[in-house]
């Protein structure tokens, strides 16, 4: 889903970063000439393309209310995406973890926390149910109802998201990430639109239709020796445009694996800026264990942070 799709409607409050210090952090030092420059300046307007990703510790100009949710940045959680309007309907864009299960995720406006979920669906699929709800699904109904009053109002609102990275055990035991922090973090945040209740999620029988991830575009890949010994490899300038900016977090699908490893993208370290993928130890293996240096490879891109990649 292009962001800048003709009708599509999107307007953001975003303050300026660190008028006010965080609860939870130390308060900078500062003049009062400094101090009293930011009281008499108004928040910034911003319209289309979308503010840079949050990072614990910016956009704290509403005092405690941005502190709550630095408290979810400063956890892990990333900005996934956002929603917005076209021809006065509601839809959602997702820039990561897209096609990531076990995953909680929470709608953020102008800073406060409005609402915490989990979902064992793709997150893509989990935004789908809200934006076009059944009939029997209140939670789902709700939600768009109250995200599109805020839209219409004005306001925006963004999508964060943590996954789990099954790195968690407990003995041989796997840690839910999700399932684990979710209730506290009701308990401790009472997000407005949770009620003090972590959501119910939708049986997948009843949820909007499922469908597999969309691949937005397929390329060829001819494993150079380089990539092969590495665990990288290089977009060329055709398929540059399809994927994500310099330091995003990118998912690996390799193979028929439902979960992904995750990598890096670089568009520094070609002279052009089209992108490296740095896969890793984990995308070295695959390698080594599935193909052969200048074996071809299919590239399938599944979101601008999300591809797969095929024998």
Known sequence: MAGNSPGFS?????????LIPCTHLPPPTRSSSSRNAASRSPPRRQTWPPPPPLRPGQGCGSGAIFSIMNRLLNIGFEQAGHWGLKDGALI????RHSTQRNILYAFICNGQVMYVGKTTQPLRTRMSGYKNPGNTQATNAANHSLIKSLLISGESVEIL???????LH????????????????????????????REIEPSP???TKLTAPVTNH????????????MGFFNVGVENSKYLGDDGQTIELFLGTQERPELGTINRTANTNGTPRIMGGTALREWFKINAEPLK????????????????
Not at 10 to 18: A, D, L, M, N, T
Not at 92 to 95: R, W
Not at 161 to 167: R, S, T
Not at 175 to 194: M, Q, R, T, Y
């Open 92 to 95: 959602f864009e997702l820039s």
């Open 205 to 207: 029988l009843t949820e």
């Open 10 to 18: 999107r307007r953001s409050k975003w303050p300026e970063p660190s």
């Open 296 to 311: 071809e490879l299919t590239v399938s891109v599944l979101s601008p942070t999300a591809i797969r990649i095929n024998l």
């Open 218 to 229: 397929t390329f060829r890949l001819t494993l150079q020796q380089t990539y092969f010994k």
């Open 161 to 167: 998201a943590l996954p789990d990275n099954g790195l």
């Open 170 to 197: 407990y003995g041989q035991f796997h840690l839910n990430l999700a399932a684990g922090l979710e209730d506290s973090i009701i308990k401790v945040l009472d997000p407005e639109w949770n009620g003090g209740v």
